[in-house]
């Protein structure tokens, strides 16, 4: 008999997890479908596995600095990474996590089926296309009829074409997460937020890392203040980074000694060479095999057509959220998109409002932390704007000193005329945390001096904040 229920979700990442827990909240019947562990690539092969990482980079790069807190520490060769407890500790976090996933279905009573689901047409089971046939993983067949379904089918590395990836010395971040021994040398093929994040990560394990983008600079989305400052620190920590750059894939070999491969770039050609090659060069979306042949589900340069408010796909009782539509590809937009559908497909007329792809926060994990909101300076201007910014750098705030890391800056991008606030840009010590306050502001359209009036405690990072929307009109006692 197939299994009928008000919602079913196909993919449990982010966005389906959340999706599944919103609609059974709402009373709805809910069946998840996974084919692999709840938590997607978020939990087992990004976000927290490789922010786990990062955290244990980040103690060892400060024990190693501790003698500049007055703190006595062996001599540096004696202070080790104990690469098989960071990955123990590591995989400890993600399991913990995904236990605690399994009992929030249980508790709101969501049907998790494990297994590949295919969309199906018009059938015996229902007149019209949304029911999903699901091949078990021990072989067994489901089918679930829903009254709406939703599709959060995810994203992987894109790969790029030519290279002779092993999946043990040449990598995507996938395979990296899983590398049994540290490497003494890493090349980076991709300057966004992942390949930024492992090459800090890698270099404050010790690693000698090279940088490989493409474009003229890494972070190339960011505002170009933020990308040129990061790329000045992490130089500094002797990251070599190579902008403009093209790989040549035919020059590419793996070996028992590691990875060569030819590099152009403006100065010329160069051959690189190290023990590993990591490929972060963007995610596709998971578009496959899904069945959407068997509806009147389109796809558009390789992501799932949705109406831009509603996320309804061509199918109206369909949605799609997540990374399998493009935008911004974060766990988090994920989330926010999984509650937009159900609060429609609910008819929630007070529901939650999908927010633009500008009024996600962008956050990169590095060493110093980046955190980004609304318009960069240059998209504002390209959007005919007529703008006034301030930036102040971290170094002005008593607790980015006491805490050892004041390096980086924070810069705001207002609008001259209207005094609305465009764009809110941090590099330095908790960055990520730091820019929920930017993005509250988005929400509530506050304005700069809006921010810059409202009491900060003293001595915060979010001090920051405070006196940089002050400064756009003088009233700061930093300026």
């Known amino acids: 008999m197939p299994i009928e229920v008000d919602v079913a979700v196909l993919g449990g990442g982010p966005g389906g997890y959340t999706a599944a827990v919103r609609a059974a909240q709402a009373g709805k019947s809910v069946a998840l479908i996974e084919k692999d562990k709840l938590g997607g690539t978020c939990l087992h092969r990004g976000c927290i596995p ?52 399994q009992a929030l279905m249980a508790q709101h009573r969501v049907q998790v089926i494990h297994g590949t689901g295919r969309i199906i047409g018009p059938s015996i089971f229902s007149p019209r296309s949304g029911a999903v046939a699901v091949e078990r993983a021990d072989g067994e067949a489901e089918t679930v009829v829903p009254r709406h379904l939703i599709v959060a ?78 790329a000045k620190l992490l130089a500094r920590r002797g990251v070599a980074i190579h902008t403009g750059a093209r790989l ?95 609060d429609h497909l609910l008819g929630r007329a007070d529901g939650v409002r999908r927010a633009a792809d500008r009024d996600v926060p962008r956050c990169v994990y590095t060493r110093p932390e980046t955190a980004s909101i609304g318009w960069t300076e240059a998209d504002a201007k390209a959007q005919g704007r007529d703008v006034k910014t301030a930036r102040l750098p971290m170094r002005l705030f008593g607790k980015a000193l006491v805490y050892g890391e004041a390096d980086g800056f924070a810069k705001v991008v207002a609008d001259r005329e209207t005094g609305d606030l465009l764009g809110v840009h941090l590099v330095g010590p908790r960055a990520t945390e730091l820019i929920a306050e930017a993005s509250l502001a988005r929400l509530l359209d506050a304005v700069p001096w809006e921010v810059g009036r409202a009491v900060h405690p003293h001595p915060t990072l979010s001090e920051a904040l405070q006196e940089v929307m002050a400064s756009l009109d003088g009233n700061t006692g930093h300026g």
Not at 68 to 94: C, D, H, M, Q
Not at 321 to 335: K, R, T, W
Request: aromatic fraction near 4%; hydrophobic fraction near 45%; charged fraction near 25%.
């Open 248 to 342: 040549d894939a035919e020059s590419c070999r793996v070996g028992d000694d590691g990875v060569t491969v030819d590099v152009e770039t403006a100065k010329g050609r160069t051959t690189l060479t190290a023990g590993k090659m990591l490929v972060s060069v963007g995610r596709q979306a998971n578009v496959e095999n899904v069945g959407f042949e068997n509806t009147d589900i389109r796809t558009a340069s390789g992501f799932v057509a949705v109406d831009p408010v509603t996320l309804q796909t061509g199918e109206r009782h369909i949605y799609a959220i997540g990374d399998c539509i493009g935008g911004v590809q974060l766990a988090h937009a994920a989330m926010h998109e999984a509650a937009v559908a159900v």
């Open 153 to 230: 089918t995810g994203s992987r590395p894109r790969r790029l074409p030519g290279l002779p990836y092993d999946g043990a010395t040449l990598v995507t971040s996938d395979e990296a997460l899983e590398w049994e021994a540290l490497p003494a040398s890493a090349i980076i093929v991709g300057g966004g937020a992942i390949g930024a994040e492992w090459a800090s990560m890698l270099s404050d394990f010790g690693a000698k890392v090279t940088l490989v983008e493409a474009a003229d600079r890494i972070l190339p989305g960011e505002d170009k203040e933020v990308s040129a400052e990061l």
């Open 50 to 101: 490789s922010k786990a990482l990062l955290r244990s980079a980040e103690v060892f790069a400060a024990v190693r600095g501790a003698r500049a807190f007055g703190v006595s520490v062996p001599e540096e060769g004696a202070v080790a990474v104990a690469w098989n407890e960071v990955l123990a500790r590591k995989n400890g976090i993600v399991e913990q996590l995904h236990r605690g996933l």
